[in-house]
């Protein structure tokens, strides 16, 4: 049984993740449409085709040793066209009265010390060079190659503020760089300074500094072809992936407990065979859960790398117990 899902996993892992071009890890992912009439860039949001689009959320305080969600939340769409990169902003506020925006000179990077949107594109992962563009509260824009601000792309920026948040919109030319491919990584980040406490918030969360394109999302290009479900794909893959290497752990966690038992009389052992026994039984079970199943769905894959983490917990535990034991004992 452990051997079919192992075969089951490995199929689906490489083989989405050769279709895709190579490994993909689970990250944030959005998929963007094709869009016949652009929006108005007035940074209102009130274009019809907005509504259209997907709306994402999550995002992820970074940069702190404080548990816990963003004090508010960032939500955007985004559209594409054969000219344009659509990307529409709505940005939680709850006191807008006190949204920080000095810097009014444009391409100034002090932009970032403002309450602003960090957008980070990266249109070919092969390449070394990613795009930053950063816009505070005020409309103020700033650009830059990774850290080189010198680079200057073609694309529009607008702010509006409300009562309860505020909005940005912006149009920027894909002709501004070399080379885009189908699949981006792509992240957006926020800085909220509005309550004097400054917090640093992710889409796709980057443990660290925003400048960190391996820990990028993904931006699908939909196209024609939506209904192919690349997002799901995407996603599938580095689950399936996860769940590989997961159940290398687990292997190798039972062969150095197998060792230990064989090693040491079997009375050592005894009091803890009742543990093991019942880890065995649910590694069977969930085995026989997903070894059946032909076309998993993100829940499924979801809901199986939760199951190895249990078990993985458990049999170190058990393992560090026994060995603690067998010290004892020796």
């Not at 869009?35 to 997907?54: S, V």
């Not at 894909?174 to 800085?191: K, Q, V, Y």
């Not at 300074?193 to 925003?210: D, I, L, P, Q």
């Not at 159940?247 to 005894?270: D, F, G, S, Y």
Request: net charge neutral.
């Amino acid at each position: 049984m452990r051997q079919r899902l192992s075969i089951l996993l490995a199929v689906m892992a490489l083989g989405m993740a050769s279709a895709l071009g190579g490994q993909m890890e689970t990250m944030r992912l959005y998929e963007c449409t094709m869009t016949a009439q652009p929006p108005k860039i007035d940074g209102r949001l009130d274009d019809p085709c907005w509504q259209r689009a997907e709306e994402t959320s999550g995002f992820v305080r970074t940069l702190t040793t404080e548990a816990g969600p963003p004090s508010v939340q960032t939500h955007f769409r985004i559209l594409y066209d054969d000219r344009h990169l659509y990307i529409a902003v709505r940005c939680d506020e709850p006191h807008p009265e006190n949204i920080k925006a000095s810097v009014t000179d444009a391409d100034n990077p002090s932009v970032c010390g403002d309450d602003c949107i960090e957008i980070f594109c990266h249109p070919n992962p092969e390449l070394r060079d990613y795009f930053q563009f950063a816009v505070n509260a005020r409309g103020t824009r700033y650009d830059g190659r990774a850290f080189d601000s010198s680079w200057n792309g073609q694309w529009q920026a607008a702010t509006s503020v409300g009562k309860d948040g505020w909005f940005l919109e912006c149009a920027i030319a894909l002709n501004s760089f070399s080379d885009c491919r189908g699949i981006w990584r792509f992240n957006m980040n926020r800085e909220y300074r509005s309550t004097g406490k400054v917090e640093y918030h992710c889409w796709s969360n980057t443990f660290g500094a925003f400048h960190t394109p391996e820990r990028f999302g993904y931006l699908v290009f939909a196209g024609p072809f939506g209904n192919l479900r690349r997002g799901y794909l995407i996603q599938a893959a580095g689950y399936a992936r996860s769940t590989l290497e997961k159940q290398q752990t687990l292997q190798n966690q039972k062969r150095e407990i197998q060792q230990m038992r064989v090693a040491v009389p079997p009375k050592v052992v005894a009091p803890f065979e009742k543990l093991l026994t019942e880890l065995e039984r649910d590694e069977q079970a969930l085995t026989q859960r997903y070894s059946q199943m032909k076309e998993p769905s993100l829940q499924d894959w979801e809901a199986l790398d939760r199951g190895l983490d249990a078990l993985i917990a458990r049999n170190g535990r058990a393992y560090w117990n026994l060995k603690f034991h067998v010290l004892l004992n020796d």
